[in-house]
């Protein structure tokens, strides 16, 4: 069965560090999302991306948060000077259609120190 | 701000009885409907979609949804110890009247099944 995947699975960082997250989403999915979850709150939603751009973002998704589609596989999420309340589990998403049901990664916790 | 609410719990239950979950959204005019189930420290897993008013059954999993009162639940017959987990209700939420898929999510309700 096709799924999500992530990497890194782990990632600690430096405060005023860039890291990146990558996604490969299901193969024929067009639709591309990015969630946080930060520890014991709801998931919240960062970013759509469809067609090589971004459809929506969130106040959360400031300048310091970047994402592309490198080539016709990864999905990758970057942010560029990390913070401390930016540690969380992120997850990525992707979907065949708006609406239907998005399918999710396992995720990247993110430590920022 | 556009919002989905839920009973954070923790429900307990049984093993074998019925577990009630509940939901209320605020957008009017959302589509679609999520349930997704999380283990702690683990990614969301779909459960159920529903888009129509009424009742949809998956095996001992049946969503219900009222669009009139905003209302989405799931119910979980027979309920197992592994049903054990935080149970998430989702809902794809519009932006300006157009739709690009973003989810929002109710905080979870902890749902506990004991032998």
């Known amino acids: 069965e096709p799924e999500v995947t992530q990497t890194p699975s782990h990632q600690v960082t430096q405060m005023g560090q860039e890291v990146i997250l990558r996604c490969v989403p299901i193969?024929?999915?067009?639709?591309f999302y990015w969630y946080r979850q930060i520890l014991g709150q709801k998931v919240e939603f960062l970013v759509s991306?469809?067609?090589?751009?971004?459809?929506?973002k969130s106040e959360i998704f400031d300048d310091q948060f970047s994402v592309e589609r490198p080539d016709g596989s990864n999905f990758t999420l970057k942010i560029r000077s990390t913070k401390l309340e930016d540690s969380a589990m992120y997850f990525c998403?992707?979907?065949?259609?708006?609406?239907?049901?998005?399918?999710f990664g396992p995720g990247t916790r993110l430590l920022v120190l | 701000q556009k919002e989905v609410e839920q009973n954070s719990g923790p429900l307990s239950v049984p093993e074998g009885a019925i577990a009630s979950l509940n939901c209320t959204y605020s957008?009017?005019?959302?589509?679609?409907f999520f349930w997704y189930r999380q283990y702690s420290g683990k990614s969301p897993e779909l459960i159920m979609s529903?888009?129509?008013?009424g009742d949809k059954e998956d095996g001992r999993f049946t969503a219900q949804l009222n669009k009139a009162s905003q209302y989405v639940s799931l119910l979980i017959r027979d309920s197992q110890p592994s049903d054990s987990a935080t149970y998430l209700c989702?809902?794809?939420?519009?932006?300006?009247?157009?739709?690009?898929?973003?989810?929002?999510f109710g905080q979870g309700t902890i749902l506990t099944v004991h032998p």
């Open positions: 529903i888009y129509s008013n």
């Open positions: 193969s024929n999915h067009l639709y």
């Open positions: 991306f469809y067609n090589n751009e971004i459809s929506e």
């Open positions: 998403a992707s979907t065949a259609g708006i609406g239907e049901t998005q399918y």
């Open positions: 989702a809902v794809n939420t519009m932006a300006g009247g157009t739709s690009y898929g973003k989810l929002t």
């Open positions: 957008d009017r005019v959302s589509q679609s």
